[in-house]
């Protein structure tokens, strides 16, 4: 089985969802606080500021997995055990 000969890189691992953590707070802070900032200074209503965050928000999202997806070719998660450490 092709899963038999990898095994986790702990160090990587970690590392990626730490940052993770730390970049999907800013950048969910940042678009739902666009999203409020946006409504009241347009004076839009609270129905538009909702709608606005969650635009915001899921563009927050898809750049966290984007995020995510490149971090983990940079830090591998898994390592194969006949390479080298």
């Known amino acids: 089985m092709p ?7 702990w160090t990587s691992l970690i590392t990626i969802c730490s940052v993770a953590i730390l970049i999907g707070t800013e950048l969910l802070g940042a678009a739902w606080a666009s999203g409020w900032a946006l409504a009241g200074f347009f004076q ?7 709608i606005l965050q969650g635009v915001f928000g899921l563009i927050a999202l898809y750049a ?3 995020f995510l997806r490149q971090a983990s070719r940079v830090e591998p ?9």
Not at 77 to 85: L, V
Request: no cysteine.
């Open 64 to 66: 966290i997995f984007v």
């Open 44 to 50: 839009l209503g609270s129905t538009v500021e909702v």
């Open 3 to 9: 899963s038999s000969d990898k095994s986790i890189n």
């Open 77 to 85: 998660i898994f390592k194969r055990e006949g390479a080298g450490s």
